[in-house]
């Protein structure tokens, strides 16, 4: 599998969520933080997005809530729901 970066209309077509939903998400900790690509530019790695659709398809709405990382992403207090 290729490794690209999702800009933000790519992540929105493929996940079916608006902007300000995708980023509540991020500042909640429950979607990954985006990746700076410049001074005015970021974008979500594609395998970070198809993880956490993957999880939503298959109904582990728990796993996306609790944001149980996608592979690659460290686990820390950043990605981690508090009880």
Known sequence: MKRTILRLPAVKSESG???STIYLRVS???WTK???LGARAVGWPSDEVEAINAARIAGDEEGVDS???PPGVA???DNVKGP
Do not use: D, H
Request: charged letters at 5%; glycine letters at 14%; one cysteine or more.
């Open 17 to 19: 969520l608006s902007r």
């Open 28 to 30: 909640q900790g429950l």
């Open 34 to 36: 985006p990746v700076s």
């Open 67 to 69: 944001c149980t990382p």
């Open 75 to 77: 686990a820390g207090p």
